[in-house]
């Protein structure tokens, strides 16, 4: 699956918005096991780069006017509740204090929760350039009249960017930028730029105005944990250095009950690269593990690869009860 976010949907985390910080985090997590590919035009950084400290400046601006220091009629003071109030305001004011002396700290470091998932986010999008050739069509684009571009050259660079080096197919776009939307309705994207990605990529484009919107649709019972740990497991596999390493790393995969089609693909890469699992390939746990996440979906693995690890001929495999503790694959 194909997607790109803009600019303002990473610049949203630094301001009130709708979507929180998890949200991202899941889709790192999708990204980090496979299942998604993500476009990141090298203008959405300088994007990201340039608002970042004006959108933190706006939300500081506001947190900074909070103000409970009001004041109250003098009859108040006479019952017990006045005394509770004003404690409530000075602890209230002495938290948002230390808050404030926190966040700002982390704001001068990039320290913030949302850096570090930006970033990490950034580290694994496909990273697309924007040469001066492509800067001139966009700006071509919006000299003729054609979106999108009206409130600047940025997303027209970004599109101009997604047409000449996306692959061919679908994509799913997520933005919520007016340049974008039709203007008859809002939650629709533009039909002259649906046609133009028709035409020229052959598939259909997929607008989410929010992440969580896409989350929800696509994603809806995505556990960041469990995808962090396939991860990290998935990873170990393919790094294993020893037959025994491969048999323990294996018997926590087989603890999960599902792996999408980036993690199956990663599993099946990772027997075919690393002769520590590939040699052992037919032993019962690691067949098993192999079989469970290739049946039903062959087609999208490489077939030589299959059958290299005789998956297709139907492995031969020792008993579960056997133990797994050998270290040469005879």
């Not at 944990?225 to 087989?254: M, N, P, W, Y």
């Not at 999960?256 to 690269?273: L, T, Y």
Request: hydrophobic share 35%; glycine share 4%; aromatic share 10%.
């Amino acid at each position: 699956m194909n997607v790109f976010l803009d600019t303002n949907i990473f610049l949203n985390f630094y301001d009130y918005s709708s979507d929180r910080l998890i949200e991202l985090q899941k889709l790192d997590a999708l990204l980090a096991s496979g299942e998604l590919t993500v476009y990141l035009p090298s203008h959405v950084i300088c994007e990201f780069r340039r608002n970042r400290e004006r959108c933190i400046a706006e939300a500081l601006k506001k947190l900074r006017g909070l103000n409970v220091n009001f004041s109250y009629p003098q009859f108040c003071q006479e019952y017990p509740e006045y005394g509770e109030v004003r404690e409530l305001q000075r602890s209230f004011e002495e938290g948002l204090s230390n808050l404030l002396e926190k966040v700002g700290t982390d704001i001068i470091k990039r320290d913030l929760q949302a850096d570090k998932t930006v970033k990490s986010f950034f580290d694994k999008a496909k990273l697309l350039d924007c040469p001066e050739p492509l800067v001139i069509r966009a700006t071509r684009r919006i000299d003729i009249g054609n979106p999108p571009g009206k409130s600047g050259l940025g997303d027209a660079i970004n599109w101009e960017c997604l047409l000449e080096n996306a692959d061919e197919g679908d994509i799913h776009f997520i933005a919520d930028d007016k340049d974008y939307v039709s203007a008859i309705d809002r939650n629709l994207f533009k039909d002259v730029l649906l046609d133009e990605w028709a035409d020229k990529k052959k598939g259909k484009l997929h607008y989410f105005k929010t992440l969580s919107g896409f989350l929800t649709q696509h994603y809806p019972n995505i556990d960041i944990e469990s995808e962090q740990e396939k991860a990290e497991l998935i990873f170990a596999l393919a790094s294993s250095s020893s037959f025994a390493d491969t048999h323990q790393v294996v018997r926590k995969l087989r603890q999960f009950n599902s792996f999408n089609n980036g993690q199956a693909k990663s599993i099946v890469e990772a027997a075919v690269r690393n002769d520590q699992v590939g040699w052992i390939a037919t032993d019962y746990d690691v067949a098993d593990l192999l079989t469970s996440v290739i049946e039903g979906r062959e087609e999208i693995f490489d077939r030589e690869h299959l059958v290299q690890l005789k998956i297709l001929e139907g492995p031969i495999r020792r008993q579960p009860s056997e133990e797994f503790d050998d270290d040469i694959p005879f």
